[in-house]
């Protein structure tokens, strides 16, 4: 089966680092994407992977291991506007994109 | 940026109504795709289409319709709306193969 696995809750402080972690069995893969989603909103793209190691952009970072089935989001001086849930999916081999249950991070002053 | 557009952005209609939730593109996007998520829930793949005249249904039974006549317009129809219809419903988009999908801003549907 098909199967994104992701912790439910996770509470920070503002300027603190957050890593948000996601394992993953899937049918195939062409990618793991991390998209950020405010509530009532919709998912917004923040990164990718495809090929093992880290991808920086700004403040937020993704790590891949495809050997593992594991992926990291790592969210650096973080900022009130950073609660959200981030939503790990994973791209299987007929192009539909899995979702895991998403993390919802809420950064406290 | 992603130009993919839905409306309308929100909905209130009553039970038995026939509503059509509408999307499109202009990034010339094969693939497209309709989600359904309730407040606080999972996305779940309603349906999705690979092309003109390619329609499937997803993981989540749905009793919704879709039709797919040109590339860039994708909607969802709903022939009898009910209370149990009301979730905000989510279309995105891309090129297939490791592309990112990129999602419209959603419709939120209440039936009463």
């Known amino acids: 089966g098909q199967n994104i696995d992701q912790p439910t809750e996770m509470t920070a402080t503002e300027g603190a680092i957050v890593q948000i972690n996601c394992t993953y069995q899937?049918?195939?893969?062409?990618?793991l994407f991390w998209y950020q989603q405010h509530a009532g909103e919709a998912p917004t793209f923040l990164s990718y992977?495809?090929?093992?190691g880290l991808e920086e952009k700004g403040r937020f970072s993704s790590f891949l291991s495809r050997s593992k089935g594991y992926s990291y989001l790592l969210l650096k001086e973080l900022q009130m506007k950073d609660s959200a849930s981030y939503l790990c999916a994973v791209k299987d081999n007929t192009d539909k994109l899995i979702f895991g249950t998403g993390t919802r991070l809420q950064v406290f002053p | 940026e992603a130009d993919i557009y839905q409306t309308p952005r929100y909905l209130v209609i009553g039970t038995g109504k026939k509503i059509t939730l509408e999307c499109s593109q202009t990034m010339g996007h094969d693939k497209m795709y309709w989600y359904q998520q309730d407040p606080g829930m999972e996305l779940h793949l309603i349906h999705y289409s690979y092309g003109v005249n390619s329609t499937e249904k997803g993981d989540l039974s749905s009793e919704s319709t879709v039709s797919r006549i040109r590339t860039e317009h994708f909607p969802l129809t709903l022939e009898s709306a009910r209370p149990s219809h009301t979730s905000q419903y989510l279309c995105?988009?891309?090129?297939?193969?490791?592309?990112?999908?990129?999602f419209g801003p959603g419709t939120r549907l209440t039936v009463l």
């Open positions: 995105a988009s891309d090129r297939g193969g490791t592309d990112t999908q990129y």
């Open positions: 899937t049918s195939g893969f062409n990618g």
């Open positions: 992977n495809v090929l093992d």
